[in-house]
């Protein structure tokens, strides 16, 4: 089963925080007013957030 592209990314950042402690991600598009913002610490998800605007 393949991954969807939220869980892939979470998979990937907690990796990278594993190796160096703190990772975060940020993601947005201007057209559909999309927002999200993920931190990992030490290998586990701490936060997530994610914003869809209505247009």
């Given at each position: 089963?393949?991954?969807a592209t939220?869980?892939?990314?979470?998979?990937?950042?907690?990796k990278l925080?594993?190796?160096?402690?703190?990772?975060?991600?940020?993601?947005?598009h201007r057209?559909?007013?999309?927002?999200?913002?993920?931190?990992?610490?030490?290998?586990?998800?701490?936060?997530?957030?994610?914003?869809?605007?209505?247009?």
């Open positions: 089963m393949k991954l939220g869980d892939r990314k979470e998979r990937i950042l907690n925080s594993t190796k160096f402690g703190e990772a975060q991600f940020i993601g947005t057209v559909v007013e999309y927002h999200n913002w993920m931190r990992s610490l030490n290998g586990t998800t701490k936060r997530i957030y994610a914003y869809i605007g209505k247009r």
